[in-house]
């Protein structure tokens, strides 16, 4: 029912930032929370930041808390993860997600195929 498209990733160094967006297709899109999620390298995929489908609450993970911001343009059917001050330790697979959760994997019905972010010096 909801096609996502996750692109902006790519290599860069510590400290510098990174826009990930994700287009999303599917005529019921508004109706769903949008969230982030990453998978790092040998870790278990992992929340990272979640908005609701009317945009007003916005949720974190510790280690995205202040350094990344989520935000959704409703009428482009585009999500955003902007991610500020990345250290190695944010790099992995991110993948943008649409569903009725906010911060629980399970919670979150169709997902993207995801972008890569390599954050090394």
């Known amino acids: 029912q909801v096609y996502l498209r996750e692109s902006g990733g790519g290599l860069v160094q510590p400290g510098e930032s990174l826009r990930l967006s994700c287009v999303a297709s599917?005529?019921?899109?508004?109706?769903?929370?949008m969230g982030w999620f990453r998978q790092r390298p040998g870790k278990e995929r992992e929340f990272v930041a979640s908005?609701?489908?009317?945009?007003?609450?916005?949720w974190y993970s510790d280690s995205a808390k202040g350094r990344f911001t989520i935000a959704r343009d409703t009428a482009k059917n585009t999500g955003y993860l902007q991610m500020n001050n990345l250290n190695p330790e944010d790099t992995g697979d991110y993948f943008c997600?649409?569903?009725?959760?906010?911060?629980?994997?399970?919670?979150?019905?169709?997902w993207g195929q995801g972008t890569r972010v390599t954050v090394s010096s």
């Open positions: 599917g005529r019921a899109y508004t109706e769903y929370a």
């Open positions: 997600a649409a569903g009725s959760g906010m911060v629980e994997e399970k919670t979150f019905a169709y």
């Open positions: 908005v609701t489908w009317g945009g007003g609450d916005a």
